[in-house]
């Protein structure tokens, strides 16, 4: 499965409904393939979204051509504990709390990081973290959500 031309995808069917692609996952078992889109349009997303969303992705004729039998589709808000992404998605929340997964460990053995992001300059993203500020680039971003 091609996963970058899923997405593009779903980029432009969520731009089509105004909504911004947060993130997917497919999710498989030997039971069952399952595609959860999570969209968001500024922190409003209601149930008529979601099934708008849902629509939008079954009326596509593009998409059954990523999965070879059926599969379920669960379109969804991020929730509060959003995934962070972009580099918009950093500058948005700045001043929020989040916890970033670095790819690497850092001089002080650390690579979990849960603080207020302090601000953003080029593609690092500086974050305090019980008071001292480390700057993450965001390429080395393993995982990052807002934590509330």
Same mark, same amino acid.
């Given at each position: 499965?091609?996963?970058?031309?899923?997405?593009?995808?779903?980029?432009?069917?969520?731009?089509?409904?105004?909504?911004?692609?947060?993130?997917?996952?497919?999710?498989?078992?030997?039971?069952?393939?399952?595609?959860?889109?999570?969209?968001?349009?500024?922190?409003? !997303?209601? @149930?008529? *979204?979601?099934? &708008?969303?849902?629509?939008?992705?079954?009326?596509? =004729?593009?998409? %059954? $051509?990523?999965? +070879?039998?059926?599969?379920?589709?669960?379109?969804?808000?991020?929730?509060?504990?959003?995934?962070?992404?972009?580099?918009?998605?950093?500058?948005?929340?700045?001043?929020?709390?989040?916890?970033?997964?670095? !790819?690497? @460990?850092? *001089?002080?053995? &650390?690579?979990?990081?849960?603080?207020?992001?302090? =601000?953003?300059? %080029? $593609?690092?993203? +500086?974050?305090?973290?019980?008071?001292?500020?480390?700057?993450?680039?965001?390429?080395?971003?393993?995982?990052?959500?807002?934590?509330?």
């Amino acid at each position: 499965m091609n996963l970058k031309k899923l997405e593009d995808l779903l980029l432009n069917l969520s731009k089509d409904g105004n909504y911004e692609l947060v993130d997917f996952q497919v999710i498989s078992n030997t039971k069952e393939v399952k595609l959860i889109v999570f969209i968001d349009n500024g922190g409003n !997303i209601t @149930i008529e *979204d979601c099934v &708008k969303m849902n629509n939008l992705i079954d009326e596509s =004729k593009d998409i %059954d $051509n990523f999965f +070879e039998n059926s599969y379920i589709l669960e379109v969804s808000s991020p929730g509060p504990n959003r995934p962070l992404k972009k580099l918009d998605d950093f500058q948005r929340y700045i001043g929020r709390k989040v916890k970033i997964k670095s !790819i690497s @460990i850092l *001089d002080d053995g &650390k690579n979990v990081f849960t603080g207020s992001i302090e =601000k953003i300059s %080029d $593609n690092d993203i +500086e974050i305090n973290d019980s008071g001292k500020l480390y700057k993450i680039n965001l390429k080395d971003i393993e995982k990052a959500n807002l934590n509330i």
